[in-house]
C-alpha cells in the first residue's frame, strides 16, 4: 500500500478506536474482571489492527474485528496462566471451581449483559476509590480525555494524574470489584459521583479550559450518551434526568455559540434561530421528570430550571430574571458555592440592575476560591461598563484576560478592554446574562453555562 494509502488507514483506525475504545474497554473488562488487563488487552488490539488493516482494508464491522481480536488474546492468556501452573495440578483444577479458568471466560464472552459502558462507568466511580480518583479514571476510560486534559481539570500536573490513575487501576483489581450495577444505597453513591463526572466531561466540550478551540462538541454528544443511557436505566432518579435535562439545553446552543471563525458568541448575542430546537424539546421534557420526581429540587434539576428559563426566551430581552434570581438563591442555599453566588449577582444585576449586581461581586472580593478566577473580574468589568465606570472596566477585564487561559477567551477579554473607553452601550456580563456563569470543577455547575474549572 502507498504511503498515502496507509496514512488514510491509519486515520481510520484513529477514529474507529476514539468512538470503540471505551466499549471495547468495558467488554473486556465485563470478560477478565481486570482493569488493567483490559486496557493491554484493547491496546493489543489497536496495534494488530495497525499492523493488519493498512493491508487488508478496514473490516465491515471494525469494533467486532477488534473485540474478536482482544477476547481471542484473552483466551491465550488464560491457557498459558493454566500451563504456567504445572501439569501436575490440571485434574484438581479441571475439578475444581472454575473461576480463572477458559470455560468461565468463553462463557463470560457471550453472555449479554447489556451496556458494558455503564458498567464501566459505574465501576470507575465505586466508593473503594476517591472522589478525585473516580472522576480521573472516569474521564480517561469514557470521556477520552488525555492527561493533560484530566490535570488542567482538577489544577494537578500531569505525572500527579497519572499516578492517581494508576492506583485507582491497581486499587480496583486488589479490591477485586465486580464488574455489575449496584443496589440500593450503594448505586445512589455511586450515581451522584457518575453524574459529577458525566458534567466534568460535557464541560470541557463545551467550554474548552485551554488551547485554540472555545468548544469540543464530540466531548459533549458522549456526556449526553452515557447521560441518556443513565436517564433510561434509573427512570426514578430526579438528578439523573436533571443532569441530562441541563445537558440537553446546553447542547441546544453549541452551533450558536461559535462564530464563522471560531470566535465565541455570547448568550444574549446569540442567534436563537440557530438552538438546536429538538434538544431544547428534550431538555425541557427532561426536566419535567425531574421536577415530577422531586421536591424540593436537587442542584443539576435547579441549573437546569435556569437554562430552561432561558430556552423559554424567544430573545435576550424577553429573559425572565427575576425567576432565574430566585432560582438562584435555592441553588445558593443547598451548595454554598461563591461561583454560584457570582452568576446569581449577574442575574440580579439584569434582574434589578447593575448597581446591585456590583454590590454583590465586590461582596466576593476577599473570596479565596475566586482569588484566580478570571470570570470575576470579568463579571466585575461588565458590570462597571454598564455604569459607565469605564476606566475601572478595562483595569478589570485587563485582569481577567491575564488569568484566562483559553486563547479565545482571553482574545475577547482584551478586545472588550480595549473598546471599553469608546463603549456605548453596555457590555456583556457573564453566561447568566453572557459567559461568565461558570463554575470551578469542585462546585456544582451553575446556569445557563456549565462549570468550567
Excluded at 467488554?27 to 495497525?50: F, K, N, S, T, Y
Excluded at 477488534?66 to 483444577?93: F, I, S
Excluded at 481539570?153 to 487501576?169: G, V
Aim: hydrophobic share 45%.
Amino acid at each position: 500500500m502507498s504511503g498515502e494509502g496507509v496514512g488514510t488507514a491509519r486515520s481510520a483506525i484513529e477514529a474507529v478506536w476514539r468512538i470503540e475504545s471505551a466499549r471495547l474497554i468495558g467488554g473486556l473488562v465485563r470478560i477478565v474482571h481486570d482493569l488493567a488487563l483490559a486496557e493491554d488487552l484493547a491496546q493489543e488490539a489497536l496495534l494488530a489492527a495497525m499492523e493488519h488493516w493498512p493491508s487488508t482494508g478496514i473490516p465491515e464491522n471494525p469494533s467486532a474485528w477488534l473485540m474478536t481480536t482482544a477476547r481471542n488474546r484473552a483466551v491465550d492468556q488464560a491457557r498459558r496462566r493454566q500451563m504456567q501452573a504445572g501439569k501436575h495440578q490440571e485434574l484438581a483444577l479441571r475439578s475444581s471451581e472454575p473461576s480463572s479458568g477458559v470455560p468461565d471466560l468463553a462463557a463470560a464472552i457471550d453472555e449479554d449483559l447489556g451496556d458494558d459502558l455503564l458498567r464501566l462507568i459505574l465501576i470507575a466511580c465505586h466508593p473503594v476509590l476517591s472522589t478525585e480518583a473516580r472522576a480521573a479514571l472516569t474521564l480517561r476510560l469514557l470521556g477520552g480525555l488525555t492527561t493533560a486534559e484530566i490535570a488542567r481539570a482538577f489544577l494537578a500536573s500531569e505525572p500527579t494524574i497519572a499516578q492517581r490513575i494508576a492506583r485507582a487501576k491497581r486499587t480496583l483489581a486488589e479490591a477485586r470489584v465486580p464488574f455489575e450495577v449496584p443496589r440500593g444505597g450503594e448505586l445512589s453513591a455511586r450515581l451522584s459521583s457518575v453524574l459529577e463526572v458525566l458534567y466534568l466531561v460535557f464541560n470541557e466540550g463545551y467550554s474548552a479550559t485551554k488551547g485554540n478551540r472555545w468548544t469540543r462538541p464530540e466531548l459533549c454528544e458522549e456526556a449526553l450518551r452515557l447521560g441518556r443511557i443513565l436517564a433510561e436505566r434509573f427512570p426514578r432518579e430526579a438528578e439523573v434526568h436533571g443532569l441530562l435535562a441541563l445537558m440537553e439545553l446546553q447542547a441546544s446552543r453549541l452551533r450558536a455559540r461559535v462564530g464563522p471563525s471560531g470566535e465565541p458568541v455570547l448568550l444574549l448575542d446569540q442567534d436563537r434561530s440557530r438552538w438546536d430546537q429538538l434538544l431544547v424539546h428534550r431538555g425541557l421534557a427532561a426536566l419535567a421528570r425531574a421536577e415530577a420526581l422531586c421536591q424540593p429540587l436537587g442542584p443539576y434539576t435547579l441549573q437546569a430550571a435556569i437554562a430552561g428559563a432561558h430556552s423559554r426566551a424567544r430573545t435576550a430581552a424577553e429573559t425572565d430574571w427575576p425567576r432565574i434570581v430566585a432560582l438562584y438563591d435555592a441553588l445558593s442555599q443547598l451548595t454554598g458555592s461563591p461561583v454560584v453566588e457570582l452568576n446569581r449577582a449577574v442575574a440580579v444585576s439584569f434582574a434589578f440592575g447593575a448597581a446591585a449586581g456590583l454590590e454583590l461581586v465586590d461582596a466576593l472580593a476577599d473570596e479565596p476560591a475566586l482569588a484566580s478566577y478570571h470570570l470575576l473580574p470579568s463579571v466585575r468589568g461588565d458590570l462597571l461598563l454598564r455604569l459607565g465606570r469605564r476606566g475601572e472596566a478595562r483595569v478589570e477585564l485587563e485582569r481577567a484576560a491575564s488569568l484566562a487561559q483559553n486563547a479565545w477567551e482571553k482574545a475577547l477579554l482584551l478586545g472588550r478592554a480595549r473598546a471599553s473607553l469608546g463603549a456605548t452601550s453596555p457590555g456583556r456580563t457573564g453566561e447568566s446574562g453572557g459567559d461568565a456563569a461558570a463554575a470551578p470543577s469542585s462546585t456544582p455547575g451553575l446556569a445557563s453555562e456549565p462549570p468550567r474549572r
